[in-house]
């Protein structure tokens, strides 16, 4: 059974880094792709960052040059750098898995970006 969970969020000023971490049950490259999303409050949930089993990453233009996606496959684990936080970063962060059709989700950990 495949379970994600994410750790790393807190509270932290604008301009401030924050390391998201998402530990994975299964060997995370039976993964089609591996991605965070985030969802704050009144609002969709949406992709921040993605990479595939082949390595390829991606962004959604409000992340590009500040957030930086990584795995380990050793560990098991993938991973979310953030940096040069802005308080429109806050929201509740997930983890996600998908294996061909199957999609997998972390409970989420809340980063929130304050003065």
């Known amino acids: 059974q495949v379970q994600l969970v994410e750790s790393g969020g807190g509270l932290v000023q604008p301009g401030m880094a924050l390391l998201l971490s998402c530990a994975s049950s299964v060997n995370i490259f039976e993964f089609n792709s591996m991605g965070w999303y985030r969802q704050a409050p009144g609002k969709q949930r949406e992709l921040v960052a993605k990479?595939?089993?082949?390595?390829?990453?991606s962004y959604t233009d409000s992340v590009k040059g500040r957030f930086t996606i990584s795995r380990d496959g050793t560990t098991k684990m993938a991973y979310l750098q953030m940096t040069e936080l802005k308080p429109e970063d806050t929201a509740v962060y997930y983890c996600?898995?998908?294996?061909?059709?199957?999609?997998?989700w972390g409970q989420g950990t809340q980063v929130t970006v304050s003065s």
């Open positions: 990479i595939t089993v082949g390595g390829t990453t």
């Open positions: 996600n898995a998908k294996i061909l059709r199957d999609e997998y």
